[in-house]
């Protein structure tokens, strides 16, 4: 299997996904997604200003009402 570096890039849809952040719990959006190997990455922003970079399946929605 050939090496590949990540692919980066904006997300496609233009509607804002929600998460909770991983640390406070706040609402955080996500920025953009990198896909490195075969593991989707999200970088999330929460309303506390923190910021992650995590795989995107430790990422969990956040429920609109």
């Not at 509607?15 to 593991?39: F, M, N, Q, Y």
């Not at 970079?53 to 429920?63: E, F, I, K």
Request: glycine fraction near 4%; include cysteine; proline fraction near 8%.
């Amino acid at each position: 299997c050939p090496q590949t570096g990540p692919t980066v890039g904006a997300l496609d849809q233009p509607d804002v996904t929600l998460v909770h952040c991983p640390e406070c719990d706040s609402v955080s959006s996500v920025e953009w997604h990198a896909t490195i190997g075969r593991t989707l990455h999200l970088k999330v922003r929460c309303i506390q200003r923190h910021w992650f970079l995590l795989p995107a399946d430790m990422v969990r929605t956040y429920a609109s009402t």
